[in-house]
């Protein structure tokens, strides 16, 4: 099955400074790689994904890039802002069935 | 359009009892996926439903355990003879195509 791990574990920012996430996976056969974002006792919520066939998409302040052939890929927020704050996952699936595998998360603080 | 629905919202069993969890995806979304969460772990996928069909149940212990997509009503996770073990918030996504997938607010489920 496929594997997705998700490093740092825990990650502190200055407001205004960039954040960066990334992700490994094991299953060269995954082609679908959302990030969600979970405030404390919420849902997670989808804030991007990217399919294999781009290696970069960006929404406003948050990017995502993709390197298929080292099976990595990376979050990253800029101008963070406190409102940034709460435990952010990687997952990663095949578009046969879309069985997320998620990692174990991020918790990432911005101070004011 | 309402979001993913969840009820109820906390469940206490004690151990020996049964545990139903129901689900109601957006309109619309007839592709449903059950994920577990442990504290301060990452979502861990259990089963994938579409209309009436299990795709997919690998990640469901095959004791105690089994889910439900009726042609009409919501998706059900049924638990039975809850063990401490299964104290966790159970999340449902459903999806319209299966890749972007919506989460509920999740069932934290207590066995005492």
């Known amino acids: 099955g496929e594997n997705v791990e998700q490093h740092p574990s825990t990650l502190s920012v200055q407001e205004g400074d960039s954040a960066v996430i990334k992700c490994t996976y094991s299953d060269s056969a995954s082609n679908y790689f959302p990030w969600y974002k979970q405030e404390l006792g919420k849902r997670p919520q989808l804030i991007i994904d990217i399919r294999s066939n781009v290696g970069e998409k960006k929404d406003q302040r948050i990017a995502v890039t993709l390197n298929k052939t080292a099976k990595h890929f990376s979050l990253h927020i800029t101008e963070t802002q406190p409102e940034d704050s709460a435990v952010y996952f990687c997952a990663a699936a095949r578009s046969n069935d879309y069985k997320l595998s998620f990692g174990a998360g991020t918790t990432v603080t911005v101070r004011a | ?98 890749d972007e997938q919506y989460f509920g607010p999740g069932t934290r489920l207590t066995v005492t």
């Open chain 2, 1 to 98: 359009n309402a979001g993913v629905m969840q009820n109820p919202r906390h469940l206490v069993r004690r151990r020996g009892q049964e545990a139903r969890l129901r689900c109601s995806p957006m309109k619309g979304h007839s592709h449903v996926y059950w994920y577990r969460q442990l504290p301060e772990e990452g979502l861990k996928f259990m089963v994938y439903l579409q209309k009436e069909n299990i795709i997919d149940e690998s990640g469901m212990p095959k004791e105690r355990f089994s889910a439900e997509f009726p042609k009409e009503g919501p998706s059900i996770l049924r638990i039975q003879q809850v063990v401490r073990g299964d104290s966790a918030a159970y999340f449902c996504a459903s999806s319209p195509q299966g």
